[in-house]
């Protein structure tokens, strides 16, 4: 697997929403590291971001690495192999969430200041720095967000990509009160 770099990531402020479309097809060889995207910073006062797929549930996490001060978000619902799902970290300026098909799966006190990252690039299927924790499955609709989006705007995100002809419908011929005009998508 080959991890894709993001440049220009730079430093973030809080608030951010990171999400991924991502269809899991095996696991990391450690079993562990299933990243989806990832940045790694190991220099004082940095942050690092993760979603990763561990042996259960999903995780967002992001730490500082001067005294190790860690925030973790764990997800309760395993994202299975062979479909789709959007897995999203939502940072807001006093707790980070995680989100999977626009559902809330679990949430963590970032009250301290995950806001900034030492990477200029932010690996997308692989931790930015970490060579063993490739992503093994395809990603779509990558995006970096600077406003940590709420689970409704998230949810309807995920619904319109998996499945708009469920989410939205559009009526066809249509005339006005006075006959006439056709609309028509």
Not at 50 to 60: Q, Y
Request: charged share 10%; hydrophobic share 35%; proline share 4%.
């Amino acid at each position: 697997s080959s991890i894709l770099q993001v440049a220009g990531m730079g430093r973030r402020t809080k608030p951010y929403t990171i999400c991924a479309f991502f269809n899991r097809t095996g696991n990391s060889p450690t079993g562990t590291q299933n990243h989806i995207f990832g940045d790694t910073a190991y220099t004082p006062d940095a942050v690092t971001v993760d979603l990763v797929i561990p042996s259960s549930g999903l995780l967002v996490d992001a730490y500082t690495d001067s005294g190790y001060t860690y925030y973790v978000a764990t997800g309760t619902t395993q994202p299975g192999l062979g479909s789709w799902h959007q897995g999203c970290m939502v940072v807001s300026t006093s707790n980070i969430y995680v989100i999977l098909d626009g559902v809330q799966q679990g949430s963590g006190s970032a009250s301290a200041t995950p806001n900034a990252s030492a990477e200029t690039w932010m690996g997308v299927g692989g931790d930015g720095a970490a060579t063993n924790s490739n992503w093994y499955g395809l990603i779509s609709e990558f995006t970096i967000d600077t406003t940590n989006r709420s689970v409704n705007w998230l949810n309807a995100r995920y619904k319109n990509v998996i499945s708009p002809a469920t989410f939205w419908s559009a009526t066809y011929d249509l005339t006005n009160g006075g006959g006439g005009g056709t609309f028509t998508i």
